[in-house]
Nanobody, 122 residues
C-alpha cells in the first residue's frame, strides 16, 4: 500500500489542523492505521492508532482529548483532527499502515507515508 499524507502547516497555539492520509490499493480495510510524529532531535513517537474497522482507537496521553483519529474505508483515507494545538505538537507527522492489528510501536508498521510538517507557534 502507498500512503500520501497532507494537511500540515503553520498554526498558532490553540488552533486546529486536520491531517489526511490517502492510501492506494483495494485492501485498505485490512490494515490497522496509525499516526506518528517526529520532532527535531527526537525519536518517532506514537500519536494515535485506529483498528481496521474504525471501531476502536488509542491515543498517546499527550494528545488524548485534543486529537481524534478516524478512517473511511470506502474512500481509503485516515484522518487526524488536531485541536487545541500546543507548541510541543510541532513535528513531522506520518501516517502508517500495518497488516492486521494495530500497534503503538513504530517498528511494527510496514508502510509509511512521506510525512507532513506541523508547526505550532506560541
Amino acid at each position: 500500500v502507498q500512503l500520501q499524507a497532507s494537511g500540515g502547516g503553520l498554526v498558532q497555539a490553540g488552533g486546529s489542523l486536520r491531517l489526511s492520509c490517502a492510501a492506494s490499493g483495494r485492501t485498505f480495510s485490512t490494515y490497522g492505521m496509525g499516526w506518528f510524529r517526529q520532532a527535531p532531535g527526537k525519536e518517532r513517537e506514537f500519536v494515535a492508532v485506529i483498528t481496521r474497522s474504525g471501531g476502536a482507537s488509542t491515543y498517546a496521553a499527550s494528545v488524548k482529548g485534543r486529537f481524534t483519529i478516524s478512517r473511511d474505508n470506502a474512500e481509503n483515507t485516515v484522518s487526524l483532527q488536531m485541536n487545541s494545538l500546543k507548541p510541543e505538537d510541532t513535528a513531522v507527522y506520518y501516517c502508517a499502515a500495518r497488516t492486521g492489528y494495530t500497534s503503538t510501536s513504530p517498528p511494527q508498521y510496514d508502510y509509511w507515508g512521506q510525512g507532513t510538517l506541523v508547526t505550532v507557534s506560541s
